[in-house]
């Protein structure tokens, strides 16, 4: 069982060399005593943003941070080989929390999905049809209150997350702009998912004339993936009665201590809704979520770009690339046929 495993807790930007590849052997049975568990093997990995504060030590973390010498934890697709639990059989297919290796036990199957549509490409569930599809929509279609006609900006666009908030907006009859961090990123918003304008914020040196030239009468929504000197712009353009869906702020991460954000009395006297929210908590909603999303699909209403590294050993480079741009739409990492 080749596995990637967590070194030590870190600080600033992680490095492939803060985590490991290792071989161990392992029994392809859930072992006795273990009820509600699964032995799956992994067939597709998620890499994700929220993963890096799993690598720090910090009192307030709001996800459980990794162990060290244990295998990097993240969400991905699997099938089960062996199961003790009620719910799953050998052959199914799941979506959830499992290990950075070939075979995991999943010593409880809490919060694992049982995957039933199979007609669309598996890898999908690490992304549109997992959790950052979710993220999008509940940010978006249930936290943001966006109706036909009004402006959306979206700050790390063309990721995960962003492409499909775009392309949400748009369905809605918005008008959406995008912020990339490379001109073919900003290529992609306009050509493939259909946002009206984007740029390419690492070559505007004022961002709050960037957004200006873009939103002449304001921002009514706007969809939080970064942070820092972008949020600070934004709610300089912010409409009255804007609202404001913080879904993450990766320029942040890797700091040791967060930046400074100024311009936020405007938040008062612009009377702006500025909501935070972690996608967990919102799972009840994934049955609505999928019957809007799937026809979505199924009828070619939606595109979506995801961006797939071949092999477990591949993964660190994966994952350390979201934090420099590297990934062109979702990063996903391919560890297994089913
Ligand atoms: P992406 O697929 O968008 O990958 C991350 C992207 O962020 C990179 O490709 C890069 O794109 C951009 N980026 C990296 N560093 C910086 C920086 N310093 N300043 C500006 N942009 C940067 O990730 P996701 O779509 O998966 O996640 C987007 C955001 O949503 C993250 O902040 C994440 O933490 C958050 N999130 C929150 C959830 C929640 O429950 N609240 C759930 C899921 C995600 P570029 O080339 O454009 O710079």
């Given at each position: 069982n080749k596995q990637i495993i967590f070194k030590d807790y870190i600080n600033g930007f992680p490095k492939e060399s803060d985590m490991i590849?290792?071989?161990?052997?392992?029994?392809?049975?859930?072992?006795?005593?273990?009820?509600?568990?699964?032995?799956v093997k992994n067939l597709y990995l998620s890499c994700d943003p929220y993963m890096r504060?799993?690598?720090?030590?910090?009192?307030d973390n709001y996800v459980p941070i990794f162990t060290p010498g244990s295998p990097i934890m993240g969400y991905g697709v699997a099938k089960?080989?062996?199961?003790?639990?009620?719910?799953?059989?050998?052959?199914d297919l799941i979506w959830g929390m499992t290990g950075w290796e070939d075979y995991s036990l999943i010593k409880s199957t809490e919060g694992l999905f049982k995957i039933h549509c199979?007609?669309?490409p598996l890898s999908y569930y690490t992304g549109i049809l997992g959790m950052p599809g979710m993220s999008a929509y509940v940010g978006f279609n249930e936290i943001s209150s966006p109706k036909q006609g009004e402006t959306v900006f979206i700050s790390a666009a063309s990721g995960a997350v962003g492409q499909l908030v775009g392309q949400f907006a748009k369905l809605l009859g918005?008008?959406?702009?995008?912020?990339?961090?490379?001109?073919?990123?900003?290529?992609?918003?306009?050509?493939?998912?259909?946002?009206?304008?984007?740029?390419?914020?690492?070559?505007?040196?004022?961002?709050?004339?960037?957004?200006?030239?873009?939103?002449?009468?304001?921002?009514?929504?706007?969809?939080?993936?970064?942070?820092?000197?972008?949020?600070?712009?934004?709610?300089?353009n912010m409409k009255l009665?804007?609202?404001?869906?913080?879904?993450?702020?990766?320029?942040?991460?890797?700091?040791?201590?967060?930046?400074?954000?100024?311009?936020?009395?405007?938040?008062?006297t612009k009377q702006i809704r500025m909501q935070g929210f972690l996608v967990f908590h919102h799972y009840s909603l994934y049955p609505k979520f999928m019957d809007f999303i799937l026809p979505l699909i199924k009828q070619g209403k939606i595109a979506y770009v995801e961006d797939v590294d071949e092999g477990l050993e591949s993964a660190p480079a994966?994952?350390?690339?979201?934090?420099?741009?590297?990934?062109?739409?979702?990063?996903?990492?391919?560890?297994?046929?089913?």
């Amino acid at each position: 069982n080749k596995q990637i495993i967590f070194k030590d807790y870190i600080n600033g930007f992680p490095k492939e060399s803060d985590m490991i590849l290792k071989t161990s052997t392992i029994k392809l049975k859930v072992p006795e005593g273990c009820n509600d568990a699964v032995l799956v093997k992994n067939l597709y990995l998620s890499c994700d943003p929220y993963m890096r504060s799993r690598m720090s030590k910090l009192d307030d973390n709001y996800v459980p941070i990794f162990t060290p010498g244990s295998p990097i934890m993240g969400y991905g697709v699997a099938k089960v080989v062996d199961s003790s639990s009620p719910n799953f059989k050998k052959g199914d297919l799941i979506w959830g929390m499992t290990g950075w290796e070939d075979y995991s036990l999943i010593k409880s199957t809490e919060g694992l999905f049982k995957i039933h549509c199979t007609d669309v490409p598996l890898s999908y569930y690490t992304g549109i049809l997992g959790m950052p599809g979710m993220s999008a929509y509940v940010g978006f279609n249930e936290i943001s209150s966006p109706k036909q006609g009004e402006t959306v900006f979206i700050s790390a666009a063309s990721g995960a997350v962003g492409q499909l908030v775009g392309q949400f907006a748009k369905l809605l009859g918005c008008y959406v702009v995008g912020s990339a961090g490379t001109q073919d990123k900003v290529n992609l918003l306009k050509s493939k998912f259909g946002f009206d304008d984007a740029f390419n914020y690492k070559e505007e040196a004022d961002l709050n004339a960037a957004l200006k030239r873009y939103f002449p009468q304001g921002i009514d929504i706007y969809f939080e993936n970064v942070g820092g000197k972008m949020l600070e712009a934004v709610l300089l353009n912010m409409k009255l009665n804007g609202r404001i869906a913080t879904c993450g702020m990766i320029s942040q991460y890797n700091l040791d201590e967060e930046e400074g954000v100024r311009n936020l009395f405007v938040i008062i006297t612009k009377q702006i809704r500025m909501q935070g929210f972690l996608v967990f908590h919102h799972y009840s909603l994934y049955p609505k979520f999928m019957d809007f999303i799937l026809p979505l699909i199924k009828q070619g209403k939606i595109a979506y770009v995801e961006d797939v590294d071949e092999g477990l050993e591949s993964a660190p480079a994966a994952l350390i690339g979201l934090f420099s741009g590297r990934n062109v739409g979702k990063q996903v990492v391919r560890v297994a046929y089913e």
